[in-house]
Nanobody
Framework: QVQLVESGGGSVQAGGSLRLSCRASGIVFSIGAMAWYRQAPGEQRELVASIKTSSGSTTYVDHVQGRFVISRDNAKNTVYLQMNSLKPEDTAVYYC????????????????WGQGTRVTVSS
């Protein structure tokens, strides 16, 4: 049974930092890819960052590039999202995802998602 459990959300002021964690079970973590998505109220869920767990290669959506860092610890089956210089527009529920990346580096999620962790950034 695949389980993804996120933690680390909270409320911070603009300019602050948070580190999200997602522990995975029921998958071969070192094969495939992991990603973080987010969904703001009234918005569609968007891909924020992905990481290929074997190589560590990463991708980011443009508006978090340089502020967010995705990483993984294969020994702990855990993926992280370090979020720095947070802005009010980063406010959302953040979801962990497991999936695959194709030969072009595009991430494709599986049907498994975590429960989400809420991030609120105040101005």
């Amino acid at each position: 049974q695949v389980q993804l459990v996120e933690s680390g959300g909270g409320s911070v002021q603009a300019g602050g930092s948070l580190r999200l964690s997602c522990r995975a079970s029921g998958i071969v973590f070192s094969i495939g890819a992991m990603a973080w998505y987010r969904q703001a109220p009234g918005e569609q869920r968007e891909l924020v960052a992905s990481i290929k767990t074997s190589s560590g290669s990463t991708t980011y959506v443009d508006h978090v590039q340089g502020r967010f860092v995705i990483s993984r610890d294969n020994a702990k089956n855990t993926v992280y999202l370090q979020m720095n210089s947070l802005k009010p527009e980063d406010t959302a529920v953040y979801y962990c995802s497991t999936g695959l990346t194709d030969s072009s580096g595009n991430y494709h999620p599986s049907n498994y998602w975590g429960q989400g962790t809420r991030v609120t950034v105040s101005s």
